[in-house]
């Protein structure tokens, strides 16, 4: 086994509150700057930059997982990774049929670019994409697990947009594997609250919507070899 550093929840200028310099080539190039073996592009409700960040980690050797960050009915943030892209743009259609379509106002949401592996526009999504989806969070690991892919609970120690600050608990019934937190210090506390997490796989993220959060290498995953399946896999144990 060895050890390889992660952060599976990034941001780029594709969801609504990214930072404009989230670029697919910024971000991968921070990513190798910072140590990281493995990252996940995970924007809001979408899939829709992952190819552009998974072609710039084959060409400067970081490995880039294609992800969402899904909204709940519940205004539930779910991470949802999956092996290969073609399988998270068939889940990124799925959610863009069952959420909400309201137009985004750029002037206070940001702009919602897509890019190529160039950093080239070639594309902007018109409908806000922070809104919730018909997709409730008893039903999330299910329908990631249709698409080959895995969910868990994000930022679970946060005080909104979490499993814990809008139900109070993380249900077994939902049958996710893994939590994320935000703050891995409160690992104890929440656990003596919340025993259900002695028995999921934990790991800690930056979220970063701006290159400045994005983390330092610090955290990591033991695999046998590092593979988009292989991290899936653990997460999924």
């Known amino acids: 086994m060895q050890k390889?550093?992660?952060?599976?929840?990034?941001?780029?200028?594709?969801?609504p509150c990214g930072d404009m310099d989230m670029?697919?080539?910024?971000?991968?190039?921070?990513a190798k700057l910072l140590g990281l073996d493995v990252i996940a592009l995970t924007d809001h409700n979408t899939c829709l930059n992952c190819e552009a960040a998974m072609k710039v980690g084959e060409e400067v050797g970081v490995l880039v997982i294609p992800g969402m960050e899904l909204t709940t009915s519940e205004d539930i943030h779910?991470?949802?990774?999956?092996?290969?892209?073609?399988?998270?743009l068939a889940f990124s259609r799925?959610?863009?049929?069952?959420?909400?379509?309201?137009?985004?106002?750029?002037?206070?949401?940001?702009?919602?670019?897509?890019?190529d592996?160039?950093?080239?526009?070639?594309?902007?999504?018109?409908?806000?994409?922070?809104?919730?989806?018909?997709?409730g969070i008893s039903y999330a690991y299910q329908t990631a697990k249709r698409f080959g892919g895995i969910c868990y609970p994000a930022?679970?120690?946060?005080?909104?947009?979490?499993?814990l600050s809008v139900l109070g608990e993380i249900d077994p019934a939902c049958g996710f594997k893994t939590a994320e937190l935000a703050d891995i210090?409160?690992?104890?506390?929440?656990?003596?609250?919340?025993?259900?997490?002695d028995q999921m796989n934990i790991i800690t993220c930056s979220d970063a919507?701006?290159?400045?959060?994005?983390?330092?290498?610090?955290?990591?995953?033991?695999?046998?070899?590092?593979t988009r399946e292989a991290v899936i896999e653990y997460l999924d144990s």
């Open 185 to 197: 210090s409160r690992l104890n506390e929440l656990k003596s609250q919340h025993p259900i997490l």
């Open 78 to 88: 779910a991470a949802c990774l999956f092996p290969t892209l073609d399988k998270a």
């Open 94 to 115: 799925c959610v863009d049929e069952n959420r909400i379509h309201i137009r985004n106002k750029a002037q206070i949401y940001g702009r919602q670019v897509i890019m």
């Open 209 to 226: 919507h701006y290159l400045e959060n994005m983390r330092d290498a610090a955290n990591t995953l033991e695999l046998a070899k590092l």
């Open 4 to 15: 390889y550093y992660y952060d599976l929840h990034l941001h780029s200028c594709l969801s």
């Open 23 to 30: 670029t697919p080539n910024n971000i991968v190039n921070m």
């Open 155 to 163: 930022h679970i120690d946060r005080d909104s947009l979490s499993i």
């Open 117 to 135: 592996e160039n950093d080239e526009e070639v594309g902007e999504i018109e409908d806000l994409l922070l809104p919730a989806s018909f997709i």
